[in-house]
Nanobody, 123 residues
Framework: QVQLVESGGGLVPTGGSLRLSCAAS????????VGWFRQAPGKEREFVTQ?????????EYTDSVKGRFTVSRDNSKNTVYLQMNSLKPEDTAVYYC???????????????WGQGTQVTVSS
């Protein structure tokens, strides 16, 4: 009922920037929260940030990205962005956007997921 497509990943040097996009389609009126998660090989999927789909309120970030990453949504309310600045090799992971019906930092609480986009930060 909801489809999510991530884009914007790639290879970037340490200190560089990338902007990821999460485009939603389908029954987007049912979405309450959009979250970003990331997963590196051999590691657990990690919460990055979340945002209220309609209002843009209640943005929160995991401590490791505070001051460097910013989540936002455009005026059409169908795309969420993750602006990533001052990137570090530790940020290397597959980044996923997810949509759900309530705020949560737990991946299992999100209903719809994109396929992910690879972010690689070189030293």
């Amino acid at each position: 009922q909801v489809q999510l497509v991530e884009s914007g990943g790639g290879l970037v040097p340490t200190g560089g920037s990338l902007r990821l996009s999460c485009a939603a389609s389908g029954r987007t009126f049912s979405i309450h929260v959009v979250g970003w998660f990331r997963q590196a090989p051999g590691k657990e999927r990690e919460f990055v940030t979340q945002i209220n789909w309609w209002s843009g309120e209640n943005t929160e970030y995991t401590d490791s990205v505070k001051g460097r990453f910013t989540v936002s949504r455009d005026n059409s309310k169908n795309t969420v962005y993750l602006q990533m600045n001052s990137l570090k090799p530790e940020d290397t992971a597959v980044y996923y956007c997810a949509a759900g019906f309530r705020y949560s930092r737990t991946s299992g609480d999100y209903t719809y997921w994109g396929q992910g986009t690879q972010v690689t930060v070189s030293s």
